[in-house]
Each structure stands twice: as structure tokens, then as C-alpha cells.
């Protein structure tokens, strides 16, 4: 691809596109996407289908299993063997089976993921045509004009064609976390992000291309960080499949002297596989990956599946005011000029004259643009408030792109939240123009003088204080306000000279009125134990103003300066007393705020900008702005939100809570139904004096593939409980079987372990065949009726989630089908009559009401 490039210099279009006036034409594109191919780094990773297949068989018991049929196998070929080849088929067929079933259901998840990857692709500014367009990263191709602004990704590697104070962070390539300065003709990689100032780059190498695609084999090495839920679902799995494993040894040590080696390992080894959740990580992936797409539907996209689940578990989330709180619409409605308020509805041309040098400034010193949107009109596109500046001068008379074309900018100094303000440098007739416009305190401290009445005069202490007093009053009724200056430069000028001894000209109030849901949303997370804190780099009157309208309590409203001179110790104390609103704040403030509450919380942290990326990083949940954030801000979130919105944050924390309820609940069916089965066999095997164990391996493998299977993953799918946002966050170290869990198992487990061995021993009389047979339905269907007393607990209907009617429908079917078919024979099964039905029927009845009874002792003992 170099070598493209250095074809590319030699054409008499370099010079073209190398001008970034006109980029390439969507023909030219779309002939070099086809060439090239898209500018992605494949993934070595990427999980294939027969990989997949092939992991549903690489767990140490399936393949112990796999093996044991194997054995027994060649056992029964043996010549003169009593055993035949039934029972090794049929357990080498179930074990098929259960790969199976494993295999769809990874599969589904994969491709949920797969289509949360798509979602959360990268965009880029492109010049094709002549015309500035939006156009997928992955769309880029060789000889494109890329425009890169703060907070950007670099998309490729490209040559810097114009640079307006371009700083970049190269330590993703180079591991140096200082930032360079780049100018035109130096060359920006691929993964590498803008800091500040803005530019162009001439695309040259896309995809595998890039020296990041050189470096694609050793990034595929670095693993992703496991969540704590991943290590507590790793920890849970291998404390019981040690506990397991020393009931097996036990099981095979009792079975060798009852039913010689054979039958004793085949069953231990049966009884491990039944008792074991080894399902449990894929039920858990497919329930993350289909909550992670619910979320998705309602503007969360995930971007690390596990977080799907800790989203639910936080108790505090910091939020930003713009655009999350409110609606991020912004509009000009008051100036101060001259001395005097306005009103933007009500301007007068004498007015609109008067502001001219207001509305010229509000031009130039501005990034927003005009792009072209999905028809023939151009959008004017950009951060709202430079929106609103920009439709401000425009509606009332300006020639935006006009005058922008006849001030050409020569420099200018980037708006960061730690500077406040934002001033470009001019070029008009020969002359050299500075324009600023930021925060109002910030900016009349870099003013010496004021136009007033059409003159420039001193601007003293008395009218600085009376601007600042208006400042004040148009904040508290939650303007966001910037103040306004210029100056005229004489030759070069160096940065710090822009922007002092500056001409003070006006203020611009902006109303972003709040969002119409957003009060009952901060009322759900109030009553489901949630404190929302709101940290702004607004003025503190504005965000007081907002916060009383959408009934933001806090005790105290604290401005950065105030956080400045605090120690850790000192800003605990505010935040403890309940201090939830913080003005005027820099990033530093910010990772403060959130290390001091992360000591006592799990804490969401909202983010758009470059600055907010290490509080993204630390944040128990970071939460990147899709609309307004910065593609650095997203790349280090955990959940980018499509729409900006608060509520969709609550949205995800309920589904977050619904998620680990859903995971806990089928960790007590699978947990309570396996030990039940480890207790009937091993009890069965210990009290009763027969020649054949209580269950076949082939019946323990069969229950274990309706029981595990389909009906546990619809639990997984149930919708979210009445009282999912009315109950109070889980602790910190509250793992998935907690005490109220752990007792409901142990309870219901032996619960059903007693009335099985009641079961089986009522029906002894009949042979052992019947009797293993009822036993064997009952299994099933005292199975199905602990996720009836799970549901009833939770105050679930029947109909709420009808995926678990029709898995149980499905398996009640395949059981039935086995026993009264001549597929019983290869079971050793045989028709259950009317005695052994009523027999279970009548049991049943009695497990539901000692089940309901014991749930209810279990909640009230835990509560």
C-alpha cells in the first residue's frame, strides 16, 4: 500500500488532494474499498463454528465421560461380555447431545456479540466530492481527506496535510504517555488520538497496511481484564467442582463394593457430570449477551459483556448535566451588550446592527459546521453549544460560511475544561484579528478594555463585577453562559500574547431546557437506593437551576475552586453529608470525586471529552456520551449511550439488575435439582441393599440434558421483577449464592431428595424397573416444579415468560416419549400405570407445599 501511495505523489491529482479542498469522488472511493478491501484489523481470534463445536467437548468431565463410553464400549465387544453396547451408545449419544445444545446456544451469543461489535463501529469525517461527509472507519481508503478534531481517533495512517496545533498521544504505538506536537507533513498512525487542536490527513495506509496492522499478532495477545463477576462466577465453579469431585470419589469407593468397578465409575462419573452446573458459564454468556442486546434496543451499547451484569450492581452514578440531563438543544434567548439585556425574539435590526462585532466573534471563534446530510440539506453539525452560537448569528442575518471564508484562521488555542475558553487568530485585509469566547470569569481576566456604546473604554473594576453580577443572574435562571472579546494583532503574535489585553465585547446566554423524563427517572433511582451526583463544567448557579427542576437533592452545591482547596479528607466530609451537585469542575476534580466514593461504592461515571477518559477507566462502569463524545471517550468505556440520556442509564441499571437476578435463579434451580440428584443416588446407593444401582448413567445423563438445558436458559430470559427499582442496590462481596440462595438450595435440594427416596420407595413393591422408572419421571417433574416455586416466590405469572412453557412443553414430551415408547427398552425403562402416576402426582402436591412452606421460612430467616 506505501507503494500506492508513492504512485499517488507522482499523479496530477496529489496536488488536489493534498489542498484538502476536494478529497476524492465516491466513485474513486468505492474502486479503491474494492481494491484494498476495508480498513479493519481481522481478528485471529474470531470464533469459528467448528471451534465452538469443538469446545462443548474439551471440559474435563465430558471428556472423562467420552472416555468411559469409549471404555465401556470395548468392554461389551469384548467376546463373552455381559454388557452390551446400549448403554455406551446411548450415554456417547446424550454427551452428542449435550454439545449440541451447547454449541447453538455459544453460538447465538457469538453472534449477539458479533452484532454489538457492528453497532459500536467508528465514524469519520471524510472530504469526498468536495463535500464533507460522515462515513464508517472501516470505509476509508487511500487518498482520502480525513478532518480529525479533539478527542478523535486516528482511523489510519495518513499524512498531516494542515495542522492547527495538533497534539497526538502515541502511546498505544510507542508506550510514552507524553503527547506530541505534529505540524504539516508529519505522519499520524492508526489507534493513535488527538488531544487538541484540529487538522486534515491525507489517508495513505488502511487495515493491515498500518504499523498498527504489523503490530495486530502481539495486540491479539493481550487478553481482556476479567470483571469481578467473572472471577466470582470462576471461583463459584471450581469450589463446586471440588465439592463434587470428592462425593464422586466417595460414590465410586461405595459403588466398587456393591457393583464392581464398572457400574461404580460409570456412575460416579455420571453423578459428577449431573452435578456439576457445566452449563452454567454458557447459560450465563447467552443470558449477558441477550440482556447486552436488550440494552442496545434501548440506547446502551454495551462494549464488554460482562459489564451487562455490573451495570445493575452500582449504588452511585455521576453524571454529566449537558446533554444527559438535559436535552442538549440549545438556543441563544438572552444577550448582554452595551450595558443592556436581550431578547433574542425580540431583536431589532437597530439591535442586530449593534451586535455585529457579537455575532462576527460568535462566528469565527467556532467549530461547528454545515455537512451533508442523508438528502440535499446540509446539517449544521458540531458541539450544540457552538450550534446554538452559530444558528444564533445566522438566523438573524449572518453569512456564516461567508464571513469564515473571508477571516481565514492562521492559528488558534483549543477549548480544554482546564483552560475554560477557546481563541482563534484571523486573517482579514491585511490584518490580523484575535477572537475568544469561553467562561465568563475566565475571559473578562484575560480583558483590559470593553466596547461600549460603539467605543472602546477601561474596563475597571466596577463593570467587570457588574458583567459578572449579570453572569449570575442569567445562570440562575439555567442559561449556560459564555462572554465574548477580541483584539487586533499587529504581525506574529505567540499564543500567550492572543489572549491577553483583550477587548471585552458581550455575553450569550443559552437555554438547554431539561429532559421531559428525566425526573421520574432520578424518583427510580431514588427509591431503588441509586445516588445520582451531577459533576458540570457549567456555572454553579446554572446547575442549581437545573438540579431544582429535576429534583436533584443535594446539600450543598461546590465549585472546582472550592474542590481545589479541600483535602481528600475534607471533600469526603462534603460528599458524606450528601453534596450532590459540582460546578465549574476539571477532569481532575472529577477523578477525585470518584476515587473518594469508589472506597464505600460501585460507581457509573459519565464521560464525552479526552480529559474524562481515566474516570471512564476507573469508574466501576464508565459510560461514554454516543452523540457527543469523543471516540478516545468511547474507546475507554465500558457502555457507550446512543442517545446521551439519563434515563437510558437507568434502563440499563435495571436491566443490569434483572440480568444477575436472572443468573441467580438458575443458579438455584440447577444447584437445588443437582444436589437433589447427588443425594437421591448416593443415599440410594448407601441404604438400599440391591444388586443395581438406583440409577442407570444413562438416566442421570438424560435428566440432566432436559433439566440443565432448555428450561434453565429460559429462566435466564424472565423479565425483570415488580420490584427490580424499589429495592436497594446488592452489597459489595454479596456473591451469586449468597445466604438467602444458599439456604433456599440446601432446603429445596434435600426437600426433593426426601420426597424422590419417598417416591421410590412406595413403588419398590412394583420391581425395581417400575420403581427406577418413577423415579426416573419424577426427576423431571419435581424439576419442573421448582421453577414453579421460583416464580411464585418471585410473584411471577405463568404466562410473563412463555419461552419457559414451551421448553417445558418440549421436555415433558421427549421424557413421555422415552418411557412409553420402544425407545424404554434401551432406557431399561417401562410404562409407568396408574398406581406410580398417582403416586407422583400425590408426592408432587406435597413437595409444592413443603417447597412453598420452606421458601417462605428460608425469606424470613434471611431477610
Request: charged share 25%; proline share 3%.
Amino acid at each position: 500500500m506505501r507503494d500506492e501511495w508513492e504512485r499517488l505523489k507522482l499523479t496530477s491529482a496529489y496536488k488536489k488532494l493534498e489542498s484538502g479542498k476536494d478529497g476524492i469522488t465516491g466513485d474513486e472511493a468505492a474502486m479503491r474499498l474494492a481494491k484494498h478491501g476495508k480498513n479493519e484489523i481481522t481478528s485471529t481470534s474470531h470464533t469459528s463454528p467448528l471451534r465452538i463445536m469443538i469446545s462443548q467437548f474439551t471440559s474435563p468431565l465430558i471428556v472423562i465421560l467420552i472416555v468411559a463410553g469409549l471404555v465401556s464400549l470395548g468392554i461389551a465387544l469384548l467376546p463373552g461380555s455381559e454388557h452390551t453396547i446400549i448403554d455406551s451408545a446411548l450415554i456417547l449419544l446424550i454427551v452428542l447431545a449435550v454439545g449440541i445444545s451447547g454449541f447453538f446456544q455459544d453460538w447465538k451469543a457469538e453472534k449477539a456479540i458479533d452484532a454489538l461489535k457492528k453497532m459500536s463501529s467508528p465514524t469519520a469525517k471524510v472530504i469526498r466530492d468536495g463535500t464533507i461527509i460522515s462515513v464508517k472507519a472501516v470505509d476509508l481508503v487511500p487518498g482520502d481527506v480525513v478532518i480529525i478534531e479533539p478527542g478523535d481517533i486516528v482511523p489510519a495512517d495518513g499524512k498531516i496535510i494542515e495542522s492547527m496545533g495538533m497534539m497526538i498521544d502515541e502511546s498505544i504505538l510507542t508506550g510514552e504517555s507524553k503527547t506530541v506536537r505534529k505540524a504539516a507533513g508529519d505522519v499520524a498512525r492508526m489507534s493513535t488520538s488527538l488531544t487538541s487542536g484540529r487538522g486534515k490527513l491525507l489517508i495513505f495506509g488502511t487495515g493491515l497496511h498500518t504499523e498498527v496492522g504489523r503490530l495486530a499478532e502481539k495486540m491479539e495477545e493481550i487478553g481482556e481484564t476479567r470483571t469481578p463477576f467473572q472471577n466470582e462466577l470462576s471461583a463459584f465453579s471450581k469450589k463446586i467442582f471440588w465439592m463434587v469431585g470428592i462425593i464422586a470419589a466417595v460414590m465410586m469407593a461405595v459403588g466398587y463394593f456393591k457393583y464392581g468397578l464398572y457400574d461404580a465409575f460409570l456412575i460416579s462419573i455420571s453423578l459428577a457430570v449431573a452435578a456439576i452446573p457445566e452449563g452454567l458459564p454458557a447459560v450465563v454468556t447467552l443470558a449477558l449477551a441477550l440482556g447486552a442486546k436488550s440494552m442496545a434496543s434501548n440506547n446502551a451499547l454495551i462494549r464488554k459483556l460482562a459489564v451487562a451484569e455490573s451495570v445493575g450492581s452500582v449504588n452511585v452514578i455521576c453524571t454529566d448535566k449537558t446533554g444527559t440531563l438535559t436535552k442538549n438543544r440549545m438556543s441563544v434567548t438572552k444577550m448582554y451588550f452595551d450595558d443592556v439585556v436581550f431578547d433574542s425574539a425580540a431583536l431589532n435590526d437597530s439591535d442586530k446592527g449593534r451586535m455585529e462585532k457579537l455575532m462576527l466573534c460568535g462566528t469565527l471563534c467556532n467549530d461547528s459546521r454545515f455537512m451533508q446530510g442523508d438528502g440535499t440539506e446540509r446539517k449544521m453539525t458540531g458541539d450544540q453549544t457552538e450550534v446554538a452560537i452559530a444558528e444564533f448569528a445566522i438566523n438573524n442575518g449572518v453569512d456564516y460560511d461567508g464571513l469564515r471564508g473571508k477571516y481565514k484562521r492562521i492559528n488558534e488555542i483549543s477549548f480544554t475544561s482546564k483552560r475554560k475558553m477557546m481563541s482563534v487568530l484571523c486573517r482579514h485585509q491585511n490584518e490580523n484579528v484575535v477572537f475568544t469566547k469561553g467562561a465568563p470569569e475566565v475571559v473578562l481576566n484575560h480583558c483590559t478594555r470593553m466596547l461600549f456604546g460603539g467605543k472602546i473604554v477601561k474596563l475597571d473594576r466596577k463593570r467587570k463585577e457588574k458583567i459578572l453580577k449579570q453572569n449570575t443572574q442569567f445562570a440562575s435562571h439555567a442559561l449556560r453562559v459564555l462572554a465574548f472579546s477580541y483584539k487586533k494583532a499587529s504581525g506574529s503574535i505567540s499564543e500567550e500574547e492572543m489572549e491577553s489585553d483583550m477587548i471585552f465585547i458581550g455575553l450569550e446566554g443559552m437555554l438547554d431546557p431539561p429532559r421531559d423524563e428525566v425526573k421520574d427517572a432520578l424518583a427510580d433511582c431514588a427509591t431503588a437506593g441509586i445516588r445520582v451526583v451531577m459533576i458540570t463544567g457549567d456555572n454553579i448557579e446554572t446547575a442549581k437551576a437545573i438540579a431544582n427542576e429535576i429534583g436533584l437533592s443535594s446539600t450543598s452545591a461546590i465549585s472546582g475552586d472550592d474542590i481545589g482547596k479541600m483535602s481528600d479528607a475534607d471533600l469526603r466530609k462534603v460528599l458524606d453529608a450528601g453534596a450532590n451537585i459540582f460546578a465549574r469542575t476539571s477532569p481532575f476534580d472529577k477523578l477525585r470525586i470518584l476515587e473518594i466514593l469508589q472506597k464505600d461504592n460501585r460507581v457509573i461515571m459519565t464521560g464525552d471529552g479526552v480529559n474524562d477518559v481515566l474516570a471512564l477507566k476507573k469508574a466501576d462502569v464508565g459510560i461514554a456520551m454516543g452523540e457527543r463524545g469523543t471516540e478516545v471517550a468511547k474507546e475507554a468505556s465500558d457502555i457507550i449511550l446512543l442517545d446521551d440520556n439519563f434515563t437510558s442509564i437507568r434502563n440499563a441499571v435495571r436491566e443490569g439488575r434483572r440480568i444477575f437476578d436472572n443468573i441467580r435463579k438458575f443458579v438455584n434451580y440447577l444447584l437445588s435439582c443437582n444436589l437433589a440428584e447427588v443425594f437421591v443416588i448416593f443415599l440410594g446407593t448407601m441404604i438400599f441393599s440391591m444388586n443395581d444401582p438406583i440409577m442407570l448413567p444413562v438416566h442421570i445423563l438424560w435428566i440432566n440434558l432436559l433439566t440443565d438445558g432448555m428450561p434453565a436458559l429460559a429462566l435466564g430470559v424472565d423479565p425483570a421483577l415488580p420490584n427490580t427499582m424499589k429495592r436497594k442496590p446488592r452489597e459489595i462481596g454479596d456473591s451469586i449464592l449468597d445466604r438467602k440462595t444458599f439456604y433456599n438450595v440446601m432446603a429445596m435440594g434435600l426437600n426433593m431428595g426426601i420426597i424422590l427416596l419417598l417416591v421410590f420407595t412406595m413403588t419398590l413393591s412394583s420391581g425395581l424397573e417400575t420403581a427406577r422408572t418413577t423415579l426416573f419421571m419424577g426427576f423431571v417433574l419435581y424439576e419442573f416444579m421448582r421453577i414453579a416455586v421460583i416464580r411464585h416466590q418471585e410473584e411471577l405469572g405463568i404466562f410473563d415468560n412463555k419461552m419457559i412453557l414451551v421448553t417445558l412443553m418440549v421436555s415433558l414430551i421427549l421424557q413421555l416419549t422415552v418411557i412409553y415408547s420402544p425407545l424404554n427398552a434401551y432406557f431399561s425403562l417401562v410404562p409407568l400405570g396408574l398406581y406410580e402416576w398417582s403416586v407422583l402426582l400425590a408426592f408432587a402436591a406435597v413437595g409444592w407445599m413443603t417447597s412453598i412452606g420452606l421458601s417462605r421460612i428460608v425469606t424470613r430467616k434471611t431477610k
